[in-house]
């Protein structure tokens, strides 16, 4: 299992990070793959991402996304309400199938990501900086140029809160400043 995976598996059972990325991918069109690399990298002590790297890792898996992920969620939300004339636990199975496949298309973008990170190979993550955190996400989310709403920017403090599970409050407080 790569580096990235594992963290991703865990960060993504933390307190709150669930419906902060789901937003931001619904509302902002993010790429949960991405701010969780921002997260990660961080933990990692990594430089802090730019906007022009934010914009070639997307690049590097827009093509994956288009091709296999988005399709495969469309299809997991289509038959989320059911299928007329089709029995409910027949559509509940096949939707549980393309959700495993989901996923499995999540963890190959990870890895495109993770192999399109320098520095990465061999560093184990720590308690990561807020102000890295947050400048990491800035650039993730500078990827969609409209204006941030307070709902985008409360799913963002909940993302660099998750990040950064020592923080203290201030410290969250001053990073949130990046947005």
């Given at each position: 299992?790569?580096?990235?995976?594992?963290?991703?598996?865990?960060?993504?059972?933390?307190?709150?990070?669930?419906?902060?990325?789901?937003?931001?991918?619904?509302?902002?069109?993010?790429?949960?793959?991405?701010?969780?690399?921002?997260?990660?990298?961080?933990?990692?002590?990594?430089?802090?991402?730019?906007?022009?790297?934010?914009?070639?890792?997307?690049?590097?898996?827009?093509?994956?996304?288009?091709?296999?992920?988005?399709?495969?969620?469309?299809?997991?939300?289509?038959?989320?309400?059911?299928?007329?004339?089709?029995?409910?636990?027949?559509?509940?199975?096949?939707?549980?199938?393309?959700?495993?496949?989901?996923?499995?298309?999540?963890?190959?973008?990870?890895?495109?990501?993770?192999?399109?990170?320098?520095?990465?190979?061999?560093?184990?993550?720590?308690?990561?900086?807020?102000?890295?955190?947050?400048?990491?996400?800035?650039?993730?989310?500078?990827?969609?140029?409209?204006?941030?709403t307070q709902a985008d920017r409360d799913a963002l403090r909940a993302v660099l809160v998750?990040?950064?599970?020592?923080?203290?409050?201030?410290?969250i407080d001053a990073a949130m400043q990046s947005f």
């Amino acid at each position: 299992m790569s580096a990235f995976w594992t963290y991703t598996l865990e960060f993504y059972r933390r307190d709150g990070v669930q419906p902060a990325v789901i937003h931001l991918q619904d509302a902002r069109g993010a790429d949960v793959n991405l701010l969780i690399h921002a997260a990660w990298t961080a933990a990692l002590g990594l430089p802090a991402t730019t906007g022009a790297q934010a914009s070639t890792l997307a690049d590097s898996v827009a093509a994956w996304r288009d091709t296999a992920i988005e399709p495969l969620r469309a299809v997991r939300n289509a038959l989320r309400p059911g299928v007329a004339h089709v029995p409910e636990e027949e559509c509940k199975a096949l939707r549980g199938q393309v959700l495993k496949l989901e996923i499995e298309s999540e963890r190959i973008e990870q890895a495109v990501l993770e192999a399109g990170t320098p520095g990465a190979a061999g560093c184990e993550p720590g308690e990561p900086d807020p102000a890295l955190v947050a400048a990491n996400l800035a650039a993730m989310t500078s990827l969609n140029p409209a204006p941030l709403t307070q709902a985008d920017r409360d799913a963002l403090r909940a993302v660099l809160v998750a990040g950064c599970q020592n923080a203290a409050p201030a410290e969250i407080d001053a990073a949130m400043q990046s947005f």
